[in-house]
Protein backbone atom coordinates (compact mmCIF):
# COMPACT_ATOMS: atom_id res chain seq x y z
CA UNK A 1 0.00 0.00 0.00
CA UNK A 2 2.86 2.05 0.55
CA UNK A 3 4.07 1.77 -2.82
CA UNK A 4 1.44 2.50 -4.02
CA UNK A 5 1.00 5.81 -2.73
CA UNK A 6 4.70 6.31 -2.99
CA UNK A 7 3.16 6.31 -6.81
CA UNK A 8 -0.14 8.36 -6.34
CA UNK A 9 -2.42 6.10 -6.08
CA UNK A 10 -5.60 7.71 -4.27
CA UNK A 11 -8.76 5.58 -2.86
CA UNK A 12 -11.93 6.54 -3.74
CA UNK A 13 -13.83 6.10 -0.47
CA UNK A 14 -13.03 6.17 3.02
CA UNK A 15 -12.57 2.74 4.05
CA UNK A 16 -16.25 2.37 5.68
CA UNK A 17 -17.79 0.24 3.36
CA UNK A 18 -21.42 0.39 1.54
CA UNK A 19 -23.98 2.61 2.89
CA UNK A 20 -27.45 1.86 3.49
CA UNK A 21 -29.96 1.33 0.93
CA UNK A 22 -33.43 0.24 0.53
CA UNK A 23 -36.77 2.11 1.00
CA UNK A 24 -36.42 1.60 5.09
CA UNK A 25 -32.67 2.56 5.44
CA UNK A 26 -32.90 6.27 5.90
CA UNK A 27 -35.16 6.21 8.80
CA UNK A 28 -33.98 3.58 10.55
CA UNK A 29 -30.17 4.98 10.32
CA UNK A 30 -31.98 8.49 11.75
CA UNK A 31 -33.87 6.44 14.67
CA UNK A 32 -30.61 4.46 14.98
CA UNK A 33 -28.26 7.31 15.77
CA UNK A 34 -31.04 9.32 17.46
CA UNK A 35 -31.09 5.83 20.07
CA UNK A 36 -27.14 6.82 19.88
CA UNK A 37 -27.83 9.91 20.94
CA UNK A 38 -30.17 9.13 23.74
CA UNK A 39 -27.37 7.00 25.33
CA UNK A 40 -29.33 3.81 24.75
CA UNK A 41 -27.40 1.82 22.13
CA UNK A 42 -23.23 1.53 22.79
CA UNK A 43 -22.63 1.38 18.78
CA UNK A 44 -23.73 3.55 16.44
CA UNK A 45 -22.60 1.73 13.27
CA UNK A 46 -24.33 0.21 10.67
CA UNK A 47 -23.34 -3.10 11.09
CA UNK A 48 -25.04 -2.99 14.85
CA UNK A 49 -28.11 -1.57 12.76
CA UNK A 50 -28.02 -4.54 10.78
CA UNK A 51 -27.24 -6.53 13.82
CA UNK A 52 -30.46 -5.40 14.79
CA UNK A 53 -32.59 -5.70 11.66
CA UNK A 54 -31.43 -9.19 11.43
CA UNK A 55 -32.65 -9.59 15.06
CA UNK A 56 -36.24 -7.78 13.91
CA UNK A 57 -36.59 -9.76 10.78
CA UNK A 58 -34.56 -12.67 9.79
CA UNK A 59 -33.12 -9.74 6.69
CA UNK A 60 -29.31 -8.68 6.75
CA UNK A 61 -29.43 -6.08 4.45
CA UNK A 62 -31.38 -2.93 4.20
CA UNK A 63 -31.70 -3.15 0.29
CA UNK A 64 -33.23 -6.67 1.14
CA UNK A 65 -35.91 -5.10 3.26
CA UNK A 66 -38.39 -4.55 1.08
CA UNK A 67 -41.91 -6.15 2.07
CA UNK A 68 -43.80 -3.28 4.27
CA UNK A 69 -44.68 -5.43 6.82
CA UNK A 70 -40.75 -5.83 7.88
CA UNK A 71 -39.83 -2.15 7.20
CA UNK A 72 -42.84 -1.28 9.04
CA UNK A 73 -41.23 -3.86 12.02
CA UNK A 74 -38.12 -2.30 11.97
CA UNK A 75 -39.41 1.45 11.86
CA UNK A 76 -41.82 0.91 14.71
CA UNK A 77 -39.57 -1.15 16.96
CA UNK A 78 -36.88 1.69 16.88
CA UNK A 79 -39.51 4.31 17.64
CA UNK A 80 -40.96 2.11 20.68
CA UNK A 81 -37.30 1.96 21.76
CA UNK A 82 -37.28 5.69 21.24
CA UNK A 83 -40.40 6.30 23.07
CA UNK A 84 -39.10 3.90 26.18
CA UNK A 85 -36.14 6.72 26.08
CA UNK A 86 -38.73 9.45 27.14
CA UNK A 87 -39.08 10.64 23.05
CA UNK A 88 -43.02 11.80 22.90
CA UNK A 89 -43.59 11.41 19.40
CA UNK A 90 -46.59 13.58 17.97
CA UNK A 91 -48.11 13.99 14.49
CA UNK A 92 -46.31 17.82 13.93
CA UNK A 93 -43.48 16.07 12.61
CA UNK A 94 -41.13 18.15 15.23
CA UNK A 95 -38.89 14.78 15.63
CA UNK A 96 -35.76 16.51 16.22
CA UNK A 97 -37.48 18.84 18.61
CA UNK A 98 -38.83 15.29 20.35
CA UNK A 99 -35.52 13.64 20.58
CA UNK A 100 -33.33 16.95 21.92
CA UNK A 101 -35.93 17.79 24.42
CA UNK A 102 -35.90 13.54 25.78
CA UNK A 103 -32.31 14.10 25.63
CA UNK A 104 -32.33 17.43 27.89
CA UNK A 105 -34.89 15.28 30.66
CA UNK A 106 -32.47 12.98 30.54
CA UNK A 107 -29.40 15.50 31.15
CA UNK A 108 -31.61 17.44 33.96
CA UNK A 109 -33.81 14.87 35.23
CA UNK A 110 -34.66 17.23 38.65
CA UNK A 111 -35.13 20.54 35.83
CA UNK A 112 -39.04 21.03 36.03
CA UNK A 113 -39.14 23.94 33.40
CA UNK A 114 -36.67 21.61 30.78
CA UNK A 115 -38.39 23.40 27.49
CA UNK A 116 -37.14 26.76 28.54
CA UNK A 117 -33.19 25.23 29.40
CA UNK A 118 -33.71 23.02 26.21
CA UNK A 119 -34.03 26.24 24.20
CA UNK A 120 -31.43 28.15 26.03
CA UNK A 121 -28.95 24.92 25.08
CA UNK A 122 -30.14 25.27 21.25
CA UNK A 123 -29.47 28.85 21.22
CA UNK A 124 -26.04 28.10 22.70
CA UNK A 125 -25.25 25.08 20.80
CA UNK A 126 -26.45 27.19 17.22
CA UNK A 127 -24.78 30.40 18.58
CA UNK A 128 -27.68 32.23 17.42
CA UNK A 129 -31.41 33.04 18.71
CA UNK A 130 -33.85 31.13 18.02
CA UNK A 131 -37.28 32.76 19.48
CA UNK A 132 -38.13 34.05 15.72
CA UNK A 133 -36.69 31.53 13.39
CA UNK A 134 -36.88 28.00 14.62
CA UNK A 135 -33.80 25.66 13.68
CA UNK A 136 -34.27 23.69 10.79
CA UNK A 137 -33.58 20.16 10.36
CA UNK A 138 -29.87 20.37 10.14
CA UNK A 139 -29.75 22.21 13.21
CA UNK A 140 -31.86 19.62 14.81
CA UNK A 141 -29.22 17.21 13.79
CA UNK A 142 -26.01 19.18 15.22
CA UNK A 143 -28.28 19.91 18.39
CA UNK A 144 -29.05 16.35 19.01
CA UNK A 145 -25.41 15.20 18.28
CA UNK A 146 -23.85 17.56 20.63
CA UNK A 147 -26.83 16.77 23.54
CA UNK A 148 -25.67 12.93 22.38
CA UNK A 149 -21.98 14.19 23.30
CA UNK A 150 -22.83 14.89 26.60
CA UNK A 151 -25.40 11.72 27.79
CA UNK A 152 -22.11 9.22 26.34
CA UNK A 153 -19.68 11.95 28.34
CA UNK A 154 -21.76 11.63 31.73
CA UNK A 155 -22.18 8.26 30.93
CA UNK A 156 -18.62 7.38 30.53
CA UNK A 157 -18.04 9.44 33.90
CA UNK A 158 -20.04 7.48 35.96
CA UNK A 159 -18.62 4.35 34.84
CA UNK A 160 -14.97 5.51 35.87
CA UNK A 161 -16.69 6.54 39.39
Known sequence: LGEFRRLGFKPTSKGRGRALSGPYAAKAQALWIALWNLGAVEDRRDSALLAFIGRQTGIERTEWVLDAKDGRAVIEALKGWCAREGVAWDDGG??????????????????TRIVSVLWADVSIILQRAV?????????????????????R????????A
Open 131 to 151: ITVKPTDAEWITVMNELGQRI
Open 153 to 160: ARRARKAV
Open 94 to 111: RYGYQIALAQSRKLRPQE
